[in-house]
């Protein structure tokens, strides 16, 4: 059973679009950070959240933890063939530790 | 500021083999976790070290096993190496227990099980 379920799974869309990428669990997270990774390299972070409604931006990203602390969604605006990854999410649950779970992935492409 | 540093990038080894991975953390972290990640899937779990003690573990069998130095480097063993074993294995530090718990990445060290 995936604790972390990421939608879509993958995503292709024309430079300029806007798309969004959901995360979802049934579990409580005490925080949730973003990820972005390209091939043959490890994840980097990209955000933290930690207060349930919150919302971050960076640049043309969007972050938003839901008010329950069970979800979060990724919003890029006009992205760019630079966007192009894999982008994970990762929860820590209070019982946990500071061990992350990861979600599944979103595969983006940005074609130019 | 080093950035997590991990060796070797690459590694094939045969089946029924044991293997080490090492990892050096970011200045200033003292714990180290390790994580795997297959192909086309998120990273996993396997254990966790702070001030060189195991400070949790995923669902991975003994056969996984780690260190953790004085100087908070890291190694992970992998004994009995299987086809399945081959992944990307991560290592990510981070700073003192508490906080958002943010952790950092190394690149990886990709190894190939034949």
């Known amino acids: 059973t995936q604790l972390l379920e990421q939608s879509p799974q993958f995503l292709s869309i024309q430079e300029g679009e806007n798309l969004t990428v959901y995360c979802n669990s049934s579990s409580v997270f005490s925080s949730l950070q973003w990820y972005r990774q390209e091939p043959g390299e490890g994840p980097v972070l990209l955000v933290t959240v930690v207060t349930g409604g919150e919302v971050k931006k960076l640049k043309r990203l969007t972050f938003q933890f839901g008010d329950a602390r069970k979800d979060s969604s990724l919003h890029i605006t006009a992205a760019q063939p630079g966007d192009t990854g894999l982008y994970l999410c990762a929860g820590r649950i209070r019982t946990s530790g500071s061990r992350l779970t990861f979600g599944e992935g979103t595969q983006l492409t940005v074609n130019p | 500021e080093t950035g997590v540093t991990q060796s070797p990038t690459h590694l094939i080894k045969t089946r029924g083999q044991q293997v080490t991975l090492r990892c050096s953390s970011q200045s200033g972290h003292n714990t180290v976790s390790w994580y795997q990640q297959a192909l086309g899937q998120g990273p996993q779990f396997i254990f966790q070290y702070y001030r060189e003690e195991e400070n949790g573990r995923g669902n991975f069998p003994p056969r996984f096993s780690g260190l953790q130095f004085p100087n908070y480097s890291s190694e992970l063993n992998v004994n009995a190496l299987e086809l399945d074993d081959s992944a990307l294995y991560l290592c990510?530090?981070?700073?003192?227990?508490?906080?958002?718990?943010?952790?950092?990445f190394g690149p990886g060290t990709r190894l190939t099980v034949t």
């Open positions: 990510a530090s981070q700073p003192e227990w508490g906080g958002t718990y943010e952790q950092y």
